[in-house]
């Protein structure tokens, strides 16, 4: 049986701790992926509608 003194415990930890922050981090960026694009999607979508309704005004102007 190992004895506990030949468990280099404080490495243990340390090693958990730097790899729970690595996946971390990777939970971080893939979060701040898909915020930016969904924020340039919503964007994207509100320039169409402007320039849609943009069109639709110079057409009605046209007549008079």
């Known amino acids: 049986m190992i004895k506990l003194s ?6 243990a930890l340390l090693s958990t701790f730097i790899l729970i922050g690595f996946i971390a981090t990777a939970f971080v960026f893939i979060r701040l992926t898909i ?3 969904n924020y340039i999607k919503i964007n994207y979508s509100k320039e ?3 320039e849609s309704e943009k069109k639709e005004i110079k057409s009605e102007n046209k007549g008079f």
């Open 6 to 11: 030949e468990i280099d415990l404080g490495s």
């Open 35 to 37: 915020i930016g694009i």
């Open 48 to 50: 169409e509608g402007e």
